[in-house]
């Protein structure tokens, strides 16, 4: 089976329409979203909508679950807190319920997999695993994992390979997963890429041959990032477009 994964959307709908028809053009056995629909860019509602009808499974982003009222955001630094209350208001009353039902996690446990948008331990904390700190943190946590957890997050492409022993970063353009290890696997962000390459960014795991491949798309950043500057959201938030940071 062939899973196609994506992450970190934020409301970028030049970039979203690009994953979708890429995966329309070479289409997967099942789609899966893991969070972080809204926040930062224009389109929160329309990308709500196409990431309903599209995924087969969509997992809580902390995003989602601040502007939905599953979680306080006042810590938020403002220009994000700004744009999550504006996202508030932008929503539909179907998107936002969608938003209040998404669940922290989804288990396939026929293919030992798990999605989740942050760290699998202590979902709802919503912790970063992009360092190998924080990979070994979760050693301790090995029995309880699946073979691969699959998160996002950090708009990254930052993957981790774990054992009794320790963490092993083995981020790849491809990676090929190993039966004897555990793996956290970041799937890179849609909307906001945040390693230097500024093109949208998911992922391909194929169950059968245990492989997982990058997958970078061109899309209309200068459209997303105009959006943006005609808004109320802040300036820095379409310029970090173009930059991939």
Not at 208 to 235: G, H
Request: charged letters at 25%.
């Amino acid at each position: 089976m062939r899973i196609g994964i994506f992450s970190d959307i934020h409301s970028n709908q030049e970039a979203l329409r690009a994953v979708i028809a890429n995966f329309e053009l070479n289409p997967c056995d099942r789609y899966v979203c893991l969070g972080d629909v809204v926040g930062y860019g224009a389109d929160p509602d329309p990308c709500c909508t196409m990431v309903r009808n599209f995924a087969h499974k969509t997992i809580l982003g902390n995003h989602d679950a601040a502007v939905c009222g599953r979680m306080n955001y006042a810590y938020y630094y403002d220009a994000a807190r700004n744009a999550l209350d504006w996202h508030a208001e932008l929503l539909s009353k179907e998107n936002m319920e969608w938003l209040r039902k998404l669940p922290y996690i989804e288990v396939d446990e026929d293919h030992d997999l798990a999605f989740c948008h942050g760290s699998p331990i202590s979902m709802q904390d919503f912790d970063y695993v992009f360092s190998i700190e924080q990979a070994n943190q979760l050693v301790e946590h090995y029995d309880d994992l699946a073979q691969v957890t699959f998160i996002g997050h950090s708009h990254l492409t930052k993957s981790f390979a774990l054992t009794w022993e320790g963490a092993e970063d083995v981020s790849a353009p491809v990676i090929h997963v190993k039966a004897d290890r555990k793996y956290i696997v970041t799937v890179g962000s849609v909307g906001q890429p945040r390693d230097y390459d500024n093109r949208s960014c998911c992922a391909v795991f194929d169950t059968e041959t245990a492989r997982l491949e990058y997958i970078r798309l061109d899309y209309e950043v200068e459209a997303a990032a105009k959006k943006i500057f005609d808004s109320r959201l802040a300036s820095n938030f379409g310029k970090r477009l173009f930059l991939g940071i």
